[in-house]
């Protein structure tokens, strides 16, 4: 499955401190559990463009 988040950008966000390993897979689930809930608001409002109040 593809990565929805780069590493370095997660360790830019986390400001000075280290990022273990597990944690870049963890995020990318969340995020990806979260893009997937906001197309299924979409659908069900009729659209099949997602936008931020689908968040």
Do not use: P, Q
Not at 21 to 36: C, G, N, P, R, T
Request: no cysteine.
């Amino acid at each position: 499955m593809v990565d929805v988040l780069k590493k370095s950008g997660v360790r830019d966000a986390a400001e000075g401190v280290n990022v273990g390993s597990d944690f870049y897979e963890a995020l990318d689930e969340h995020v990806k559990e979260a893009i997937h809930r906001a197309v299924e608001r979409a659908e069900e409002n009729g659209r099949k463009t997602v936008k931020a109040r689908d968040v």
